[in-house]
């Protein structure tokens, strides 16, 4: 959570004096980042799912992505569903990484909310499709108030099982899909961090100085005519 400007779950600012911040350090691990994810909760229901490291097509993740897409709903439903904050935050984000034996594992968990990248989707569109999740659920809790708490009948008085869409499971699937990294257009060269900064401490020329001499005339005296048609 960003420690400068903080947000409870309505989106009011919370008075930064009252907040106990803690530490908290991670183990180094060296993990593939396709097999990075993040996730989305609403309501206490996963929303939908994202290639973490978007940056970059695997192929394998088009292949096996409905694979993947079940393992993190178990893991979900055992382990974090109604757990984390002990319940009282419904809407939050979480990242979780599957390892080579297909077990899954809790990375991070990040706020509801344009503070937290949006990956594959935008957050215009996570609000869309929360509002159909709401649309879903109170369909079933209708069907519940009827006792038929497993499904709807169909003509044969048998029950069908709900299936829903959610989570909406998305990755790049092409080369084409590859999205730039929003940070990307913040980074620069090292040697220019420095002139601007001289963060270095050697005696470097100022930047001033620099792009001063960046706009002087080429020494490099131009060909003329003659030479030019001599060449």
Not at 163 to 175: A, G, K, L
Request: charged fraction near 30%.
């Amino acid at each position: 959570m960003d420690a400068v400007s903080l947000f409870d779950n309505d989106g009011k600012v919370i008075n930064a004096e009252k907040v106990k911040y803690e530490l908290v350090l991670r183990k180094w691990c060296n993990l593939h980042p396709s097999m990075e994810f993040r996730c989305f909760v609403f309501h206490d229901e996963l929303l939908a799912i994202s290639q973490r490291q978007h940056t970059q097509h695997f192929p394998h993740l088009t292949t096996e992505g409905m694979m993947y897409r079940s393992y993190i709903i178990d893991f979900f439903d055992s382990a974090i569903k109604r757990r984390f904050a002990g319940g009282e935050i419904p809407n939050y984000c979480f990242d979780v990484y599957i390892d080579k034996k297909d077990r899954v594992w809790l990375l991070d968990f990040n706020v509801w909310g344009k503070q937290t990248d949006s990956l594959l989707y935008d957050w215009h569109e996570l609000g869309r499709f929360a509002k159909n999740l709401d649309e879903e659920l109170a369909s079933q809790l209708e069907i519940d108030a009827l006792d038929l708490k497993h499904g709807i009948e169909d003509e044969n008085d048998n029950f069908v099982a709900i299936q829903s869409d959610f989570p909406e499971f998305r990755v790049v699937e092409t080369e084409n899909e590859i999205r730039q990294d929003p940070l990307a257009s913040y980074r620069a060269p090292i040697d220019t961090i420095e002139l601007a900064s001289n963060a270095s401490g050697k005696e470097t020329p100022s930047f001033e100085a620099f792009m001063a001499m960046c706009e002087k005339p080429s020494e490099i005296p131009e060909e003329d005519e003659d030479d030019q048609g001599s060449s």
